[in-house]
């Protein structure tokens, strides 16, 4: 990316103009919150008396990261119990989409969840078949799973999962653990490289075809789509998407959304740097390709043969005539889009993009789209040479600029970055986590809501999904997040008659302490495992306390790391891997108390 002079370099205008904003003011909803455009000195998430009652659900397997060669490794009762990253039924024509789950579990399992005895049984272990499969960092392992939309009669869906290229072995998968894995023709693919500096994390997509989907256990063959490399351990390849509006024939149909985080290149000063804003990269993007070779073969074949890029149809990828440029780019700009979900009622794709160190955003994806990192972060301009800290942060403050515009290499024009339609500050918590537009029948009155998470501290907010889609790309025009208040009955507390309000990192907390979890000895409190700046840990390391919620409760220290998934009924799920527990959210209900239950 070429930079342009002075401020201009680091602060971005409005693409659509002043006329196109004057007239979408007219139109717009009352509900819009004007945000202030500079980083808040305290909590902007309120409460609107929204309580929703979760009860648990199914309780996976103990299990623990993969530190040496032995599979599985003893459990680690100091870490994470079980770490179930996504949650995905079958397409609701697969004969038995409506009785079990397919569940990641980032150590290296996939598991089917049966929904009436809620018994896990193992149907891959990936940690058996690739011997280079790291699960070692906090974003290393299984990072999700899709199934193509012609499941039920081809039997393919596909997986995410990192490798480790320093590891000893081969890079070649082996079926010694796993003989109903046919790997006849399994051939590795040539890794997709950084275009500057070294990488040190490879992610694979790989294509499974199950020659009987009625079975528990895996029994067919696996093809490796894509395998990529990026710059650090952090920020790998994140979320697979099909869209669900695409019927056979249309344009759109059979293409894989894949969304990649940045590989913490943007947060890097130097070189690396630009390769979010960089065409030529794959990192920090999201891209769109066809597994299928023979569905569109007119369309442009990858570089390495075993996809195609949309191009010859009505609806090309964006930048396929862009000298330099990957055609598999779809939007671009990203930190860590770290999961997606595509609204069938209204064919809005959302991606949650998690922030440095200031905001986290909720980004509404346009073919083509820049949204902005790591020039960008918010409504604010980012600053990596300042810590990563936003224009209103560093001291002298770097002043927005009137008019936005990025220089981005192979562009003819200057971009202008597209902004998020909801945003939270680090105020609030650390790393926004899934979220879901919810069309489920438990919870009428939450109906075209957009539910989320944020990961470390555990809370849960909401977002109206009109109001968004209104507001989109409009600097300073966010929606308003509304924090929802858990009813919760503890299976621990038998004096207890009805639900009562807790957090949710306190139900983590306490769970993870009944399964024996042990407390952190370098976190003040040691209540859970891991480190975040807003709940504390790590003492004398990196932050040395837990701090208070905006509503003066204190947090304990460590990750309640808290996740959605929806299932093919529409309804919500919750996964929290400090205590490895799957629950369920079952009813809008009014809290009993405003007295907060603190254990």
């Known amino acids: 990316m070429r930079r342009a002079p002075g401020n201009a370099r680091r602060q971005s205008c409005f693409y659509f103009g002043i006329v196109f904003a004057a007239g979408l003011l007219l139109s717009l909803p009352a509900v819009w919150a004007q945000y202030p455009l ?54 609701a024509d697969a004969p038995l989409a409506s009785t079990r ?107 499974w075809t199950d020659t009987n989907i009625k079975n528990s256990t895996f029994e067919g063959t696996a093809r490796e789509i894509l395998r990529v490399g990026f710059s650090t351990l952090i920020h790998p390849m994140d979320d697979i998407v099909f869209n669900p509006l695409a019927k056979p024939g249309s344009a759109d149909y059979g293409n894989l959304y894949v969304s990649l985080g940045d590989g913490g290149s943007g947060e890097t000063p130097g070189a690396i740097h630009v390769i979010p804003q960089s065409l030529n990269a794959l990192p920090g993007k999201i891209i769109r390709i066809t597994p299928n070779l023979a569905l569109r073969p007119k369309d442009k074949l990858s570089e390495n043969g075993r996809y195609r890029i949309p191009g010859a149809g009505p609806d090309p990828n964006p930048f396929l005539s ?128 957009y539910i989320f998470t944020d990961l470390t501290t555990g809370r849960i907010f909401y977002t109206d999904l009109n109001e968004m889609i209104a507001s989109r790309s409009i600097r300073g025009k966010q929606v308003p997040i509304h924090e929802i208040q858990v009813m919760y009955k503890s299976p621990f507390d038998q004096s207890a008659q009805n639900p009562v309000q807790r957090r949710m ?15 952190n000895p370098d976190s003040p409190k040691g209540v859970l495992p891991g480190a975040a700046a807003t709940t504390g840990g790590w003492r004398g390391k990196m932050f040395l306390q837990g701090t208070i919620d905006p509503y003066g409760v204190p947090y304990g220290g460590g990750r309640a790391d808290v996740r959605l998934s929806m299932g093919g009924d529409g309804e919500l799920y919750i996964m929290s891997k400090s205590d490895g527990m799957i629950r369920k959210m079952m009813a809008v209900v009014t809290p009993a108390s405003s007295q907060m239950a603190s254990h």
């Open 101 to 207: 789950f397919f569940v990641a579990e980032m150590n290296g399992n996939l598991y089917i969840l049966d929904k009436a005895t809620k018994k896990f049984t193992p149907y891959i272990t990936l940690a058996e078949i690739f011997p280079r499969y790291s699960t070692d960092r906090l974003t290393t392992g299984i990072q999700a799973i899709a199934f193509d939309p012609n499941y039920a009669k081809n039997g393919k869906f596909y997986t995410v999962h990192s490798e480790d290229p320093s590891k000893p072995g081969a890079v070649m998968p082996t079926n010694a653990h796993m003989p109903s894995l046919n790997l006849d023709g399994y051939t590795p693919t040539a890794v997709t490289k950084p275009p500057v500096g070294d990488f040190l994390n490879e992610s694979v997509l790989v294509e």
């Open 505 to 519: 990192y306190d139900i983590v907390a306490e769970t993870y302490a009944h399964k024996d979890g042990v407390a």
């Open 322 to 449: 862009v000298a330099g440029a990957r055609p598999e780019i779809f939007a671009y700009g990203f930190r860590n889009p770290h999961r997606m979900d595509w609204d069938a009622a209204t064919n809005t794709l959302l991606v949650n993009d998690i922030g440095l160190h200031s905001w986290e955003e909720v980004d509404i994806v346009t073919k083509g789209g820049n949204y902005g990192y790591a020039e960008r972060e918010g409504n604010e301009v980012m600053i990596v040479t300042g810590g990563g800290k936003t224009g209103t942060q560093v001291n002298p403050q770097v002043p927005f600029p009137q008019t936005d515009l990025l220089t981005v290499e192979g562009m003819e024009k200057p971009v202008a970055p597209i902004y998020p339609v909801a945003t939270y500050s680090h105020q609030e918590g650390d790393a926004i986590g899934s979220g879901f537009v919810y069309r489920g029948k438990l919870m009428p009155q939450m109906v075209g809501k």
């Open 38 to 91: 500079q980083y808040p000195a305290k909590s902007e998430v309120s409460k609107d008396g929204t309580a929703i009652l979760i009860e648990d659900y199914a309780t996976p397997p103990l299990s623990s990261a993969l530190m040496g060669q032995r599979y599985p490794p003893p459990i680690d009762y100091h870490g994470q119990l079980a770490r179930i990253v996504s949650m995905r039924s079958e397409p």
